[in-house]
C-alpha cells in the first residue's frame, strides 16, 4: 500500500535538466535572451546556469543529443519548463527580452492564479514564463477550492509594467 502522507510543504522543484542539441545556441537563449547566468560549464557538452546566484536552476546538456532533433509530436517528454518570476514587472521585462530577440510567443494565458507567456526554446522544449498573484487573489470556489482558468492574456496591460519597473531602478 502506497504512503498516504504529504510530501513536505517545502519541497520545490530544485531544477530543470534538459537535453540539447547544440549547447551554445541553448546558452544564446537562457543566458543571452532570458538572462540567466553560467555558474559552471564542463566545454562543449554540458552547462549549469541559474539566477540570484543559486547553483543552478537549469542544466543543459548534449551528452545524448549533440545534434539531435526534438522529439516527434505523439512522444512523451517534457510538456514544459515553467520559469517563475517574482512580479508582474519582472514578467513584462522577460516579454520584452523574448520580443526583442524576434521569438514569437506559442501563447499568453491569465490562469487566475497566474499570468503566463508560452514559448519554445530553440531546442522545441516548451517554456513557460510566469508570475503567481499573490496568493490572496487566487480565484475560489463557494467552497474554497482552486479554481483557476484559462483566458487570453492582455499583453499590453502586461507591457505596460515595464514603463512604471524602469521608473523605479
Not at 549547447?23 to 559552471?40: D, H, I
Not at 543543459?60 to 539531435?68: A, H, I, K, V
Not at 475560489?140 to 499590453?156: E, S, V
Request: glycine fraction near 10%.
Amino acid at each position: 500500500m502506497a504512503d498516504t502522507s504529504s510530501i513536505h510543504p517545502d519541497v520545490r522543484i530544485g531544477h530543470v535538466h534538459l537535453k540539447v542539441a547544440d549547447l551554445e545556441r541553448a546558452l544564446e537563449f537562457y543566458c543571452g535572451v532570458l538572462g540567466f547566468k553560467l555558474t559552471q560549464r564542463y566545454g562543449q557538452q554540458a552547462a549549469f546556469i541559474s539566477a540570484g546566484g543559486y547553483h543552478h536552476h537549469i542544466g543543459l546538456n548534449t551528452w545524448e543529443s549533440l545534434g539531435g532533433s526534438p522529439p516527434p509530436p505523439g512522444c512523451t517528454g517534457l510538456y514544459h519548463t515553467a520559469i517563475l518570476y517574482p512580479t508582474r514587472a519582472e514578467l513584462a521585462d522577460a516579454l520584452v527580452r523574448v520580443q526583442r530577440a524576434g521569438i514569437s510567443l506559442d501563447g499568453a494565458s491569465d490562469h487566475g492564479v497566474s499570468e503566463a507567456l508560452y514559448l519554445r526554446d530553440p531546442d522545441e522544449n516548451g517554456v513557460e514564463l510566469y508570475w503567481d498573484r499573490p496568493r490572496e487573489e487566487w480565484p475560489r470556489t463557494p467552497d474554497g477550492a482552486l479554481k483557476m482558468f484559462t483566458h487570453p492574456l492582455d499583453l499590453a496591460g502586461l507591457l505596460a509594467e515595464t514603463k512604471s519597473r524602469h521608473v523605479h531602478h
